[in-house]
Every structure is written in C-alpha cells, then in structure tokens.
C-alpha cells in the first residue's frame, strides 16, 4: 500500500484492522533510509507512530516504533504470519506504557523507564538512554559498540529520526554489558 496516495484516517483504520487480526506486515521507509524493510506485526498506531513487535529470524526481537510521517508504503505478509502463528510469536500488550501521542510523550515514558533504546536517522544508529527531553529533539546518553559511555550528549532532531527500537537484543545486550562493565555517568 503506497502511503502517498493515502489519506491518514483510512491508513490508521486499515493498520487497526490489521493489528486486531495480528498480521504480519512489512514496512519500506522514505529516503534517507529507503533500503530498509521492516518487518513485524502492527501493535498500536497514532496520528504520530506505528509500533510493531519486530520479526527477525522467526523470533521476536523487541518493539520498533516508527514515525508515520517516515513510512512510504506498507504491505501485509500473511504466509509469514501463519508461520510466526504456528511458531509460537504472537502479538503482547507488554509496551502499554509507551506514550505514542507524541514524540516528547515517547521519550518522556522511555527516560522514566530508563530502557537502553536504538536511534536511527537512516544515516546514524546509536544505542543509549534518554537523558533529557525538549519540544524538539531527544538527548541521549550513548554508548559504542563496544558498550562503552560515549563522552558527549547526542541531541537527535525528532525530524531526522526514522526508527525507534525498544527492548532489542542488541540493544539489551549492549546495555547490560555496559552496566556491568562502565561507570555511569
């Protein structure tokens, strides 16, 4: 379904639909990030996000939250959610207390649960903490890839940001080995 041709009220209808049903779908990006696909099933949707428990590998791999204004087309992928079905991977109720209204409310709810989170602007991708929140960026406490604090704050424009991530095993792992392993600053 090309998001260009689309009004919102039907799109946010059409992914409710969706969601009630449990479907797996698949998510192409604008530019800059137009190479990604993201495939998950629909868990919740706003007039600013669309959240879907990411599929990777047949498995669950945490919550993706995308802004709508980021999607340019998004399509259903049944014969993968009879599998996933079959697989045991079904939608959860366990992300309620993401504030999906706007993106202060979603990163207010994310620094309050102090969640290791991924920020990508289809150029970057860090891992890190909220640390403070403004009307119109995110600053954040990130760590490298090495699960080592990063010297300096990152502010990231809401504008500029295509994916959320949320509760990753990358992101888990990363995190916990950096508790475990560097002072917090």
Same mark, same amino acid.
């Given at each position: 379904?090309?998001?260009?041709?689309?009004?919102?009220?039907?799109?946010?209808?059409?992914? =409710?639909?969706?969601?009630?049903?449990?479907?797996?779908?698949?998510?192409?990006?604008?530019?800059?990030?137009?190479?990604?696909?993201?495939?998950?099933?629909?868990?919740?949707?706003?007039?600013?996000?669309?959240?879907?428990?990411?599929?990777?590998?047949?498995?669950?791999?945490?919550?993706?939250?995308?802004?709508?204004?980021?999607?340019?087309?998004?399509?259903?992928?049944?014969?993968?959610?009879?599998?996933?079905?079959?697989?045991?991977?079904?939608?959860?109720? =366990? +992300?309620?207390?993401?504030?999906?209204?706007?993106?202060?409310?979603?990163?207010?709810?994310?620094?309050?649960?102090?969640?290791?989170?991924?920020?990508?602007?289809?150029?970057?991708?860090?891992?890190?903490?909220?640390?403070?929140?403004?009307?119109?960026?995110?600053?954040?406490?990130?760590?490298?890839?090495?699960?080592?604090?990063?010297?300096?704050?990152?502010? +990231?424009?809401?504008?500029?940001?295509?994916?959320?991530?949320?509760?990753?095993? +990358?992101?888990?792992?990363?995190?916990? +080995?950096?508790?475990?392993?560097?002072? =917090? =600053?």
């Amino acid at each position: 379904m090309d998001l260009t041709k689309i009004e919102k009220p039907f799109l946010i209808a059409q992914i =409710r639909e969706w969601i009630a049903a449990g479907e797996c779908v698949e998510i192409a990006l604008k530019p800059p990030a137009e190479d990604e696909a993201h495939e998950g099933i629909p868990l919740a949707i706003s007039e600013t996000f669309l959240s879907i428990l990411t599929i990777k590998e047949w498995h669950a791999d945490g919550l993706k939250v995308i802004p709508l204004d980021k999607v340019a087309s998004i399509s259903t992928l049944p014969e993968r959610g009879k599998i996933l079905e079959w697989h045991g991977v079904r939608t959860t109720n =366990r +992300y309620f207390w993401l504030d999906l209204e706007s993106h202060t409310g979603l990163f207010q709810s994310l620094k309050k649960a102090g969640e290791f989170i991924s920020v990508e602007d289809g150029d970057e991708f860090d891992v890190a903490t909220v640390v403070a929140v403004a009307p119109d960026f995110v600053k954040l406490s990130a760590i490298d890839a090495s699960g080592e604090w990063l010297d300096d704050f990152l502010d +990231y424009s809401y504008k500029d940001m295509t994916v959320i991530g949320i509760d990753t095993e +990358y992101a888990n792992v990363l995190g916990a +080995y950096c508790r475990e392993t560097s002072p =917090r =600053r």
